[in-house]
């Protein structure tokens, strides 16, 4: 594929650095949206079961209602899950290298974070299965969390495998599923009705719905972990506004289906030109955001994006001798300009490598 030659003035800035979904929502729910807002009787406190959101989602997924629980994003969940079963000293286990939410949990509750290594190799990232059921009984963890697809790294592991972990387990194991719209299969493809009594699922909104904004995600779980959490919960945690607009956008499913395909093809499209700039390898990904290792040296890449204007999450990843970086799935121009930008940052007589 043949780029084409961008020029963009410094005052626009490329936000690739959250795995936000790059399109603004169509003409037709903001109309309703507004029309929404207008009629919310904003002196009344919002639902604090979100029952309404909650039917939706349960007849949208096919998923007991009573099993689903509304958090202000995913990462208010997160917390709930600590709160219901981690206490200062408890030892909880996640992957190496994991989302940054996770760690910073662990040192809030006082936990003992155990970090299981993935396994990076020249093209690929994995998680060996019975290394995870290794260290889940020599860790004997009160919390595993489990994010799949897997950020930072874009890795995907068969729900089915992770779901025959969880069953191995004796303590609540957590599925984030905050990207699976852009894998080829969710845990629910896999167990439904017969989830295990300790797993649970998220899922968010931010994400393939584009609704960041609203910070709304939710738990699909076992009885025994919902009613944990309820039990938690803040009374109040999702507002009116976010829940009213959650409920229409779920009306919106094709939009949904149709950005998310554009952006799985982007992402692919976007690995394969990456992959032959010298000094660059973007990892395979099933989520909205590719993982990138450079030779380049770190401060010169991060010197040579933020000159042209461009974010990215930089990555101080205790993997070999290379820098790395997650880019978000932008708009086609944007991703366009990020080439671009790698291959400029190779030719310059200045460049500077780390490794020789």
């Given at each position: 594929m043949m780029l084409r030659d961008l020029t963009f003035t410094l005052d626009r800035e490329f936000r690739?650095?959250?795995?936000?979904?790059?399109?603004?929502?169509?003409?037709?729910?903001?109309?309703?949206?507004?029309?929404?807002?207008?009629?919310?009787?904003?002196n009344r406190y919002p639902d604090p079961y979100a029952t309404k959101l909650r039917g939706k989602l349960s007849a949208k997924l096919n998923f007991p209602q009573e099993r689903i629980v509304i958090g202000n994003g995913g990462d208010e969940i997160l917390s709930m899950l600590f709160m219901a079963y981690v206490k200062p000293g408890d030892r909880v286990l996640t992957t190496y290298p994991c989302f940054s939410e996770y760690s910073r949990l662990c040192k809030i509750f006082g936990a003992e974070q155990h970090l299981l290594p993935l396994n990076f190799t020249d093209n690929e990232v994995t998680l060996d299965i019975e290394q995870l059921l290794d260290a889940i009984s020599r860790v004997s963890p009160k919390l595993i969390l489990l994010d799949n697809p897997h950020n930072p790294t874009g890795m995907f592991i068969d729900p089915a495998r992770l779901i025959e972990a969880a069953k191995l387990s004796c303590c609540p194991f957590v599925?984030?599923?905050?990207?699976?719209?852009?894998?080829?299969?969710?845990?629910?493809?896999?167990?439904?009705?017969?989830?295990?009594?300790?797993?649970?699922?998220?899922?968010?909104?931010?994400?393939?719905?584009?609704?960041?904004?609203l910070r709304v995600g939710y738990a699909?779980?076992?009885?025994?972990?919902?009613?944990?959490?309820?039990?938690?919960?803040?009374?109040?945690?999702?507002?009116?506004?976010?829940?009213?607009?959650?409920?229409?956008?779920?009306?919106?499913d094709e939009w949904m289906k149709s950005r998310v395909y554009s952006i799985r093809f982007l992402r692919d499209k976007f690995i394969e030109e990456v992959n032959e700039i010298e000094s660059f390898y973007a990892y395979p990904s099933q989520g909205n955001f590719v993982l990138i290792r450079t030779e380049l040296n770190k401060d010169y890449v991060c010197a040579s994006l933020k000159e042209r204007g461009i974010r990215?999450?930089?990555?101080?990843?205790?993997?070999?001798?290379?820098?790395?970086?997650?880019?978000?799935?932008?708009?086609?121009?944007?991703?366009?300009?990020?080439?671009?930008?790698?291959?400029?940052?190779?030719?310059?007589?200045?460049?500077?490598?780390?490794i020789a």
């Open positions: 690739l650095d959250k795995n936000e979904n790059p399109f603004e929502l169509p003409p037709s729910p903001r109309e309703e949206m507004r029309k929404l807002i207008s009629g919310v009787d904003l599925l984030d599923e905050a990207y699976v719209e852009f894998a080829s299969k969710s845990s629910l493809d896999v167990t439904n009705e017969e989830m295990p009594s300790n797993l649970c699922v998220l899922r968010t909104l931010s994400k393939a719905w584009g609704l960041a904004g699909l779980c076992s009885q025994r972990i919902a009613n944990d959490l309820l039990e938690i919960k803040s009374p109040f945690n999702v507002n009116v506004i976010s829940q009213e607009i959650a409920c229409t956008m779920l009306e919106y990215v999450n930089m990555l101080e990843l205790d993997i070999k001798d290379y820098t790395w970086m997650r880019v978000s799935i932008g708009k086609e121009d944007e991703l366009n300009y990020v080439i671009q930008t790698f291959r400029s940052m190779v030719r310059q007589p200045n460049a500077e490598f780390v």
